[in-house]
């Protein structure tokens, strides 16, 4: 065998290790994002459930049985489904670009639904003075508080993940595995929390 033909055979096996290399990096990487959404998703199904439970706990009443009450426990539970649907598909691909900005979509749209709700509830004394529905609610929108909180920790670390990820994917040469093995680049969850000043008015209103 030639000098030629081993320096050949070298540069070959150099390449071929660095490809694996660089595959195994994104691999790893995109796994990082896909570990990092266990956690959003939980925070997410809870806030799902809670705003449910608002929209149950409020159906019945009869100071919710206007055009506006109506309408706007209405539109809780629809922007709730659709947020669990896209939930759903999101917790199959979290590295699929598509399923986390349509559920970014749909989150925001929940928020736009909650945010009435809660402007309803406050201007509604008379759902207060039930002692034992009043408590049902500073709980459920207590817990909402809380999820908001815990979702914008989480956020942060699942994009963080996805930003090392499509950062490795837009490097060269690396990017040239990434196009021949279908590595496709993933999105961030974009924030829905509520503005903090008019729920803590809210939640105010509970007394301590």
Partial sequence: MSAGSIALLALLALVGFWVL????????????????????????RRRQALAFELAELLAGEDEMRDEVGRTTLQTVVAATRQAQAAADHAQVRPSKAGAIQ???????????????????????????????????????????????AQ?????RMFNDAVRAYNGALHEMPTR???????????????????ERGPESQLMSTFGP
Wanted: aromatic letters at 6%; a positive charge.
């Fill in 21 to 44: 290399g660089a595959y195994n990096r994104l691999v790893r990487l995109r796994n990082a994002a896909v570990e990092a959404w266990a956690p959003i998703d939980a925070q997410l």
């Fill in 102 to 148: 349509s559920l970014s979509l749909a989150e925001q749209v929940l928020e736009g639904a909650l945010r009435p709700l809660r402007v309803v509830i406050g201007s509604r004394p008379a759902l207060l003075a039930d002692a034992a529905l009043a408590e049902r609610l500073q709980a459920a929108l207590q817990g909402l508080h809380e999820a908001d």
């Fill in 151 to 155: 979702l914008a920790f989480v956020r």
């Fill in 176 to 194: 040239v595995v990434a196009g021949a093995f279908g590595f496709r680049p993933a999105a961030p969850l974009q924030q829905a929390s509520p």
